[in-house]
Structures are given as C-alpha cells and as structure tokens.
C-alpha cells in the first residue's frame, strides 16, 4: 500500500504529499521524539500529536513512508514548507491515535 | 574512497524548533556517497540525538563526520554545563529537559542510549563547566 493509497482509503486529510507512491510497510506510534527515533523503521506510516517541526527533521532521518498526525493536529505552514522541501508526506485524521492504528494495522494486513 | 571526507558544522544553541538541521544535512551527503542504508540510518539516529542534546541541554557547539575507508566517526562539541553523572545520564528515562523542551516531544531520556545503541563506538569526555565532547564511530 502506497502513502497516497492509505490517505484515500482512510480519507486522510492531505496537508502535503510530494510523495503518494512512497510504500508503506508497516508503522509506529509514539509522540516522544527519541522513542520514535530508537523505534520507527524505514517505510512507517508514524501516526503522533506531536505538531512541530522537529517531527519533519525525525521523519526524515527514520525515513517512515508517511507523518499522521492525529486527533486534528496539524503543522502550521511554515513547517509544511519545510516538509515540502524534504519531500515528507505529512496527513492528518480528526480520529485519536489509538483508532487510526487500528486502522492503519487492519489495511497493512 | 581514499583520503577521508570530513563536514564540520555549527550548532545553533537557540533554536529548538529547527534543530536537527545538521543531521538531516549528512544524512544527504552520506546517501551521495552511497554509503549502505542502514550505515547511513545509524549514523543520523546517533547524530541527531546528539545535535538535540549539544541544543538544549549545552546551548550549541559544533558537530565534526568524517568518513573513513572502514568506519565514519562523528565528533559533537560543546561548551556547555557538563554531565554530572555520565552513567546516570546514560540510562534510559533519565532526563533533565526542562518543560518547555518537553512540550516539543523531547526529554523521553533516550537520547543517549540510542546513540550507544546506534554506534559501534562511543566516548563521553566531559567536565562541569567546561563542557562535553562525545566521539561516535559507526563501522561500515
Ligand atoms: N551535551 C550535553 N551537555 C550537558 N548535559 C547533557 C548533554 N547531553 C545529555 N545531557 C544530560 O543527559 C541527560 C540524558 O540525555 P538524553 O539525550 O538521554 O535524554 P534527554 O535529552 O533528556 O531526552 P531525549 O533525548 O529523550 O529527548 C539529559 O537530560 C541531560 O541532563
Ligand atoms: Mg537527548
């Protein structure tokens, strides 16, 4: 399942996608940014509340498929920019964290 | 591959929001080089903890990656308070982040211990109110 794929299927809100074919291959959960870090692997779909531009800089260097930010969060458009130009997909769900795992979990399998 | 490759990078101390700047940075360059992936990966996760930790625990210093034939070694420098207790800071969940920090996702106390877990070697040269250098190398 591509990003662009789970962002249709779970009517994901797409604050910016530069890359919709990126395949998803499995995910985390987690809003502590050295959990993620230590935990999120290549090709995750990160579901958090965190909302600011440090998770652009985690999702790049863990290199997860897709950002989704839960329960309404979003970044403001100045860090979007800034995901933009690292070219990471970043979406977002008004479900909370734990809903959207399920869900995500029930589409990887 | 034969002399070595080495960036050198200053850390702003004050920006908390845009940290991660200089990882993100060799994570780039090491792909140029086309380093394997997963050397590439632990050699961001280590950088990157460090980078955040020289931010806001030791308010900026400089970041040194060089690329050797077998191995790449990252040097991060600062000036700032020192680690009391090397072995307690080590521990997973210890944490001095203050709120503020906190509120942005940091202080989980992992930072060090995914540095350890990410290199292949690690050295902690510190001393209170002079500062801390720690030395990484991630074997290829
Ligand atoms: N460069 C440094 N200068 C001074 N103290 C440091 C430095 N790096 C780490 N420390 C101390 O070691 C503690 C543990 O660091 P560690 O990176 O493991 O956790 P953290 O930075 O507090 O939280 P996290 O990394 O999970 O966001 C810090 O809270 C701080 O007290
Ligand atoms: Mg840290």
């Not at chain 1, 959990?35 to 531009?53: C, F, P, Q, R, Y």
């Not at chain 2, 070595?4 to 200053?10: C, V």
């Not at chain 2, 077998?70 to 020192?82: M, V």
Request: aromatic fraction near 4%.
């Amino acid at each position: 399942m591509t990003a662009g794929e789970l962002a249709q299927e779970l009517s994901l809100n797409i604050l910016c996608l530069p890359h919709p074919e990126r395949e998803v291959t499995g995910g985390f959960a987690g809003d502590l940014l050295s959990w993620v870090m230590g935990g999120a692997k290549e090709g995750d779909a990160w579901v958090t509340i965190m909302s600011n531009l440090n998770v652009v800089a985690v999702a790049s260097l863990c290199d997860t498929a897709c950002v989704v930010l839960a329960s309404d969060t979003v970044l403001d458009e100045k860090d979007l920019k800034t995901a933009e130009e690292k070219e990471i997909n970043v979406l977002n769900s008004p479900l909370p964290e734990f809903e959207l795992c399920v869900k995500i979990g029930e589409l990887l399998k | 591959m034969s002399a070595p490759l080495k960036l050198h990078f200053d850390i702003d101390g004050e920006n908390f929001t845009s940290a991660g700047e200089a990882s993100v940075k060799v994570k780039k360059w090491l792909r140029q080089l086309g380093l394997p992936q997963d050397i590439i990966r632990r050699v961001a996760i280590a950088m990157y903890e460090g980078e955040i930790n020289m931010v806001i625990h030791a308010s900026g210093g400089y970041a040194e990656v060089t690329v050797f034939p077998d191995r790449i070694e990252i040097i991060l420098c600062d000036k700032g308070p020192g680690i009391k207790d090397v072995e307690l800071a080590m521990q997973a969940g210890y944490s001095t982040a203050p709120e503020r920090i906190r509120s942005l996702g940091f202080g989980a106390g992992m930072g060090l211990p995914n540095m350890k877990a990410n290199s292949d070697t690690m050295k902690i040269n510190t001393e209170i109110g002079v500062g801390t250098t720690i030395t990484m190398t991630v074997n290829m």
